[in-house]
């Protein structure tokens, strides 16, 4: 495994207050980095069985060679795999529900696919691939991981970037441009591929700290980061928490490669694990590294982070609302999240379990109500969204955390069972495919063969679920003019032997009150397979649908 960045020890501070800095200004307008909530993603797991060339438990145990064990593993946290439809057993005894202790393979791309639906859902806007290393014997995965995040985020219309990590890397002076041009550079043909100022985004991470994974010189540094620029992209450094000054975790003599990048991103992972830390730095620190990229014309994109899980940092959430609320009130031009699912660090904002039923028995590893607060399994991802609302100047800044960890108090969080989940179709009419219907985007949608009754939709929610209702939907354009379509509802366990929930029966679309409709289904419906069989549409001579939204 490549050292993980929790390896650099956090500093103690030792430097004066800050006084009275300059008002902040983006040197760059609003783009795909600049204004938006970017989250960083590892995308490094892998399991035995999942089709790899590793074949192996990648990320997961300390010996990949051996699944994930009590005594075999390289786990902080444990992930929530309610979600997952391919999920791998591990060698941990079962969950505290009685249910086997799985994992997920991000060789898989039903898992991406599960991870960057999460991200459109939770208004993540970018994505930030981590790429180590390509050359080894690790190459042939990332390049399947990265060809997966480029599927998924056109699927979801989530924006990614590749951002590379130097650790470990001794010819990365070449290696890194070679890989660039060679491999990495052909998915700026993306629409997803995210821009800034009109170029594509890169991030270096690594350059200047002061560690032995990372020996390369301010030359050598400076070399890439000049190749970079010259190669059109917009460069975005992942730098050392102390950069400005060049102390503690940063080595000297790197002054001038740090402030040749575009934009940069101090790391802030084992620094701070509290809310007076975050006010300390964010005097300390972070004010005086946005005066300095102030007075540059740099894009300053500080990090934000959930906390470390294992240590009980998060304070459901009291700690990453003040990091937010600091960045806000400090005019960032964009925030970093790390991470989006480093649970090897416990510093995950992805699905978590909410108790310990989730949680392999005798393990260690905590849930979110380790405080003794009851928090969903998504709450960092709600709080993210709320985050980037507030940087996006939709919510008032306030340091009062508006993100309830239970909505509503403390009910069972209601969500769409469908969302990002995989679909399929008895046909479908150019490229409308069945995956529009839960892409959470209204104006996009299915639409099966013409002329050819009956058509039939279908959407695996991953698990065998209790159902309640149906939310289905056109594009609420009032284009869409008012139409009825005949729908009967059926369920399967396997995808295969369907048993009728609801007969066929008319629902009728108007655009005048959100083109929607919601069928109930009876009492003790379960199923894991969902499918829609149409019969009729009175608008056009085919099955359409804009939103397939299934709730318990």
């Not at 890989?179 to 690594?206: E, F, I, L």
């Not at 904002?349 to 009851?374: H, N």
């Not at 969903?376 to 508006?402: E, Q």
């Amino acid at each position: 495994m490549s050292l993980s960045r929790r390896t650099f020890i956090g500093s103690a501070l030792a430097v004066p207050a800050l006084g009275s800095a300059a008002p902040a200004r983006a040197a760059s307008p609003p783009g795909d980095v600049v204004g938006k909530i970017t989250v960083g993603y590892q995308g490094w797991f892998a399991a035995a069985g999942d089709n790899s060339p590793l074949n192996g438990w990648w990320h997961w145990s300390d010996n990949w060679g051996q699944p994930p064990s009590p005594g075999n593993h390289a786990l902080m946290a444990w992930p929530d795999m309610t979600d997952y439809a391919n999920r791998y057993t591990t060698a941990f005894g079962t969950l505290g529900n009685g249910q086997p202790a799985t994992v997920f393979s991000n060789h898989d791309f039903q898992t991406v696919d599960v991870h960057f639906g999460w991200m459109k859902q939770y208004g993540c806007d970018t994505a930030a691939l981590q790429r180590f290393n390509p050359t080894g014997g690790e190459g042939p995965i990332r390049d399947a991981v990265t060809a997966h995040v480029r599927r998924a985020a056109e699927k979801h219309g989530v924006k990614f970037y590749i951002m590379y990590d130097v650790t470990n890397w001794a010819n990365m002076q070449s290696e890194i441009k070679a890989d660039w041009v060679d491999k990495m550079r052909a998915h700026t043909s993306s629409p997803m591929y995210a821009r800034q100022n009109g170029k594509p985004v890169v991030c270096v991470w690594g350059f200047g700290f002061n560690d032995p994974g990372r020996p390369f010189t301010p030359q050598q540094c400076q070399d890439v980061v000049d190749w970079f620029k010259g190669q059109g992209v917009y460069l975005i450094g992942g730098v050392p928490t102390h950069w400005r000054r060049e102390v503690e975790d940063s080595r000297p003599g790197f002054a001038g490669v740090y402030r040749s990048f575009h934009m940069l991103s101090p790391w802030m992972v084992g620094r701070i694990g509290n809310v007076a830390d975050a006010d300390h730095f964010h005097t300390n620190v972070n004010g005086p590294d946005q005066a300095e990229c102030n007075r540059l014309g740099i894009d300053y994109q500080p990090c934000v982070l959930p906390g470390d899980l294992s240590r009980r940092h998060r304070a459901h959430g009291d700690f990453m609302w003040r990091q937010f609320y600091n960045a806000v009130r400090l005019g960032a031009q964009g925030i970093y999240i790390s991470m989006f699912d480093e649970y090897n660090e416990a510093n995950q904002i992805a699905k978590t379990p909410e108790t310990q039923a989730g949680i392999p028995v005798g393990s260690g590893f905590l849930a979110l109500d380790e405080d003794g607060t009851r928090c969903s399994s998504d709450y960092y991802l709600r709080l993210t969204g709320d985050g980037g609302l507030m940087l996006k100047g939709r919510i008032a800044l306030t340091p009062v955390r508006p993100t309830k960890p239970m909505p509503d108090g403390n009910p069972p969080v209601e969500r769409d069972l469908a969302a990002g989940r995989p679909t399929a179709q008895s046909s479908q009419t150019q490229h409308y495919g069945g995956h529009f219907a839960v892409d959470a985007d209204p104006n996009t949608y299915w639409e099966s063969a013409n002329n050819v009754f009956p058509q039939w939709l279908q959407v695996d929610l991953g698990t065998t679920s209790a159902l309640g209702r149906l939310v289905l939907g056109l594009p609420p354009n009032p284009a869409w003019g008012r139409r009825t379509q005949t729908v009967a509802v059926e369920a399967s366990a396997d995808g295969s032997a369907f048993t009728t929930l609801v007969n066929a029966t008319g629902h009728t679309f108007d655009p005048g009150s959100g083109n929607t409709a919601t069928i109930a289904l009876p009492a003790g419906a379960r199923a894991r397979h969902v499918r829609l069989r149409f019969t009729g549409n009175t608008g056009w001579p085919a099955a359409q649908l804009a939103r397939l939204e299934v709730y318990g």
